[in-house]
Structure formats: structure tokens, C-alpha cells
């Protein structure tokens, strides 16, 4: 069988731990840049949402969100029909900061596909949005209790 995960997890522990280095001079601590960047992708984005696009469980993003607000990085307003869902969205801090994240990440990206032709970047993508979608499913089970079965 051919081995992904592990290269995979070789690439993201380290492109985490370059981020997590660069971010410190903006006082964002070990993966935070992930939530503000996904929440200035996605204003107004509901916190359930936001843990689905980073795989991990609600308790985890609430916390991390929590951290973020107390740091003036991100707020929850209430919804417009329904006050009890809080959406996210960047603050004016927040702003300044996601230029550099958006930047690193730009950077990262294109560092990983140095050498690759467009046509092979388009294919890479490709096969990891299904590789995604493949995991993604037990993802959800185990989340809801599930057992996988080996």
C-alpha cells in the first residue's frame, strides 16, 4: 500500500510549526492564525461551522475562539433572526493581522508547489480534495461515537 499520511503529516507539522514561529511577533499562539483566518474568510461564520472547516471538535474551537476574543482579534455579534446563534467575524486588530497570515500562507503554498506545473498543482489539489472527502467521513463518525472497524 502506498503511504500518504505520513509525508502528509510531515508537511503539516511543519508548515504549523514555521506558522506558529512567524505568528509569535503578532502574539498569536500555536495554531490561532488558522480560526482568524478562516472566520476573515467566512464573516459571520457560526462556531459549528467553523470547527467542521478546521476538523476539529466544537469545545476545542470554542476555546480557541474565546482566547481570540479576549485578545480583541475576533468578536461574536448576535444573528439578526436568532440571538442566541453568535456569528465570528475579524475585528479592526484582526484586520491588520490577517494581511499577514494570508501572506505566510501564500507563501507556504507556493514554496510546497515549487517545480510543479500548473496542470500538476490543479491535479495535486484535485486528488487531495477526494483524499479529504474520504477521511472527512470518518471524521464525522468517530465525532458522533462511532468505532471505525479495522
Known amino acids: 500500500m502506498t503511504e500518504i499520511l505520513r509525508p502528509l503529516g510531515n508537511i503539516s507539522r511543519a508548515l504549523d510549526s514555521i506558522a506558529n514561529h512567524e505568528f ?5 499562539t500555536k495554531g490561532q492564525y488558522l480560526y482568524l483566518a478562516r472566520v476573515a474568510e467566512h464573516p459571520g461564520i457560526i462556531l459549528e461551522r467553523l470547527a467542521e472547516l478546521l476538523r476539529v ?3 476545542t474551537a470554542a476555546r480557541a475562539v474565546q482566547k ?9 455579534r448576535p444573528d ?29 503554498n507556493n514554496r510546497a508547489l515549487q517545480g510543479f506545473t500548473p ?13 479529504d472527502a474520504n477521511v472527512v467521513q470518518d471524521w464525522v463518525a468517530v465525532k458522533q461515537g462511532q468505532t471505525r472497524t479495522y
Open 57 to 59: 471538535d466544537r469545545t
Open 119 to 131: 496542470a500538476e498543482a490543479a491535479q495535486l489539489a484535485s486528488y487531495l480534495e477526494r483524499v
Open 24 to 28: 509569535q511577533r503578532v502574539q498569536l
Open 68 to 76: 481570540l476574543t479576549t485578545a480583541g482579534v475576533l468578536e461574536k
Open 80 to 108: 439578526d433572526t436568532n440571538r442566541k446563534i453568535k456569528r465570528l467575524f475579524v475585528t479592526a486588530q484582526g484586520e491588520q493581522v490577517y494581511p499577514l497570515v494570508k501572506r505566510e500562507n501564500d507563501y507556504s
